[in-house]
């Protein structure tokens, strides 16, 4: 099953006709997201090409994002993946409290594959803490994507979008539960 992503309603972007995202949890402390942007997209902006390194502030681009968090408590786990193969991943004790860069995550393999009228990144991880602590339970998922076109606006889309400005950080975001050892891919579930 592909999960689709919705622009919030404050900041349409006609140029992206869908964005999914296809979701692979088939060995325990694993993780692989394709995100699927189609539409437009040369009036993108996309940032440059760079080292695969940790960077702060890659949300202020075109970015794309995963929240990850075990049925245990408040605490998540929040990924940053740039189109650049730049990345970050930070540590929340709770809503928006406690952030700390989790150094517990490896660097990611991200891959950028372009087509006429799509761009995809494909990102593989081997996650930490949040990963080992439910590897044999479900993940809650809040899946997300910020867009910026070649004229600076930006665009937000996600899973859900709590009521308000775009926040994706916020428990409504958390809208798929992702089995351990399960491939949602656009053919359907399969273990």
């Known amino acids: ?81 740039s189109p650049s193969t730049a990345w970050a991943a930070w540590r929340f004790d709770s809503y928006r409290r406690g952030m700390r860069a989790a150094g517990d995550v490896a660097a990611p393999a991200i891959r950028i594959l372009r087509d006429p009228g799509r761009v995809t990144l494909r990102a593989t991880l081997t996650l930490g803490d949040v990963a080992t602590r439910s590897a044999d339970a479900p993940l809650r998922l809040a899946l997300s994507v910020v867009i910026e076109t070649i004229d600076g606006r930006l665009s937000y889309w996600a899973l859900a979008h709590p009521p308000g400005r775009p926040d994706f950080h916020h428990a409504d975001g958390f809208a798929a539960a992702l089995p351990p050892g399960t491939a949602w891919t656009a053919e359907g579930v399969s273990r």
């Open 1 to 81: 099953m592909r999960l689709p992503l919705h622009p919030h309603p404050d900041t349409p972007c006609p140029i992206v006709d869908s964005i999914s995202v296809d979701v692979v949890r088939a060995v325990p402390g694993r993780l692989m997201l394709t995100y699927g942007i189609a539409g437009r997209v040369d009036a993108i902006r996309w940032p440059v090409p760079a080292a695969p390194v940790r960077t702060d502030g890659l949300w202020r681009h075109t970015c794309c994002e995963a929240f990850l968090r075990g049925d245990d408590g408040e605490g998540y786990l929040e990924l940053n993946l």
